[in-house]
């Protein structure tokens, strides 16, 4: 999804990403069977992010290098996404402003929105081995202070 979006109309774009959305289950199921079954337990919590960004960091030594293997890495990415999406909520949708940096990528519409496909690149910049899960950590947490601040504020007034 990120090579070609550059020259395509707005409308194009949203095409290609409804596409993409649509083939979500079949891209991630595809993925998972990479996995010998009973060996690798990959369920959408947050600690098998540690093993995917193993996966990621044994696999990849430079972000070019997952730049070449686009559907390998568009499977991690949409993995981790849904990860984050089951544990957040939220939607996916396509970033449209060109003054972004995840402009023409899926993102999680949060507060502070995630794209998938730049934490993929930042594990392998980072080599921290804990990057992934740490950011959904730090998502839950800072959902559960914006629902606490909400309640705080309607209990006041």
Avoid at 52 to 80: G, H, M, P, V
Avoid at 124 to 138: A, N, P, T, Y
Wanted: charged content about 30%.
């Amino acid at each position: 999804m990120t090579g070609t979006m550059h020259q395509k109309t707005t409308g194009q774009r949203e095409e290609s990403f409804q596409y993409w959305l649509m083939n979500m289950e079949d891209s991630i199921s595809k993925f998972l069977s990479k996995f010998e079954k009973g060996t690798t337990i990959l369920d959408y919590s947050i600690a098998p992010l540690d093993i995917i960004e193993k996966l990621i960091l044994d696999s990849f030594d430079t972000i070019d290098e997952i730049n070449r293997d686009k559907s390998f890495y568009d499977e991690l990415a949409r993995y981790t996404g849904e990860t984050f999406r089951r544990r957040l909520g939220g939607n996916w949708k396509l970033d449209l402003d060109i003054t972004s940096a995840y402009y023409n990528l899926p993102v999680l519409d949060y507060a502070t929105p995630v794209c998938p496909h730049k934490l993929i690149t930042a594990c392998i910049s980072r080599k921290e081995g804990s990057f992934l899960s740490d950011v959904l950590m730090g998502s839950i947490r800072e959902e559960l202070l914006r629902k606490q601040s909400e309640r705080t504020s309607k209990t006041a007034a």
